[in-house]
């Protein structure tokens, strides 16, 4: 197993605000629009560089979707910040229409995702998100690991034509990946090659697929470990290459089971090549309220449910 080690841990929204500003740095179009969150999404160093290309919009996050689909026809680059929750289902209409619908190149960047938001509760906690976005036609769905990649994905979308969602998070979590990465959408990363079992993982739960395989070593089983930063457009040929060698997979993510990573391999493995697979996901349920570690432990997100995950499927092999 290969080893991974961190100095630091740092939370992915801390990515954003900081790919952000060298975004802007990169490119005169590049415009920001918040819905009064800025300090929760790290805007501040943006707004204190380019004041005038920051649009302040209020609590109202189907007008600000609106805005950002009209800057685009005057060639601007429009981030889009705030929660999860509100970037996806308080203004699914208006992405479908107004943005997905006629392939508007905005980018809608969502923050406290999934249930390490924590203590804010189920209400906020959007665990359906990557589905919803990623049903939507020309969409590209994102949902980096750490801080180092989720600054250089913000930083690769200036480049990428059409609209994107990009999902981070609100817990300081282990800063691992290179901080001089060249992000590329649509490109698993081979964290840990290995021939028993795939481990394919995204967003937080890939530090955990990590201690995970350091424990399968433990028990014999050689785990090959993928980083799945862009859940859409699927790197297909990764997936399969690493499925064809080790017989079984199993998915790992903050999210619904139902729409998420996992449905996206289950999908392409029952066309190409039916696999045993087993889904580290909440199990089609709402969160609650706790600290975002209870939260993971008690719905089955860390290492410790990868490693039994794995286990039972191999006996299926």
């Known amino acids: 197993m290969k080893k991974y080690t961190y100095t630091e841990s740092k939370d992915t929204r801390s990515g954003f605000g900081a790919g952000l500003l060298e975004a802007g740095q990169k490119n005169e179009n590049v415009v920001a629009l918040c819905a009064d969150l800025i300090g929760s999404l790290k805007m501040n160093d943006f707004i204190k560089a380019y004041p005038e290309r920051f649009f302040q919009i209020g609590i109202a996050e189907a007008n600000m979707m609106g805005i950002a ?91 990428h034509e059409g609209p994107v969602y990009l999902r981070f998070g609100r817990p300081v979590v282990p800063n691992f990946t290179p901080a001089d990465q060249k992000f590329e959408i649509g490109k698993a990363i081979m964290l840990n090659e290995g021939t028993d079992v795939t481990i394919i993982a995204t967003g937080h739960l890939v530090w955990e697929a990590i201690q995970a395989g350091e424990e399968l070593e433990k028990l014999g089983i050689n785990a090959e470990i993928i980083n799945i930063h862009t859940i859409k457009p699927l790197d297909e040929e990764a997936v399969l290459k690493s499925v064809t060698k080790t017989g079984c997979v199993v998915t790992a993510e903050e999210h619904n089971r139902l729409g998420g990573l996992g449905d996206s391999v289950a999908q392409l493995l029952a066309k190409k090549l039916p696999t045993p697979q087993e889904y580290v996901a909440v199990d089609d349920s709402f969160g609650e309220s706790g600290t975002p570690a209870q939260l993971m432990e008690k719905y089955g997100l860390n290492a410790a449910n990868i490693v039994n995950a794995v286990r039972k499927v191999i006996t299926r092999k």
């Not at 619908?101 to 999934?114: D, E, M, P, R, T």
């Open 69 to 159: 689909a009209g800057l685009t026809i005057g060639g601007k680059i429009p981030f889009t910040g705030t929660f999860a929750n509100f970037s996806t289902g308080r203004v699914y209409d208006q992405i479908r229409q107004s943005i997905a619908y006629s392939g508007k190149n905005v980018k809608i960047c969502a923050s406290h995702a999934g249930l390490t938001l924590g203590e804010d509760g189920a209400t906020h906690q959007i665990l359906e998100d990557i589905g919803l976005m990623k049903m939507l036609p020309g969409m590209t769905v994102i949902n980096p690991c750490d801080y180092n990649q989720t600054k250089a994905a913000t930083i690769a979308l200036v480049d």
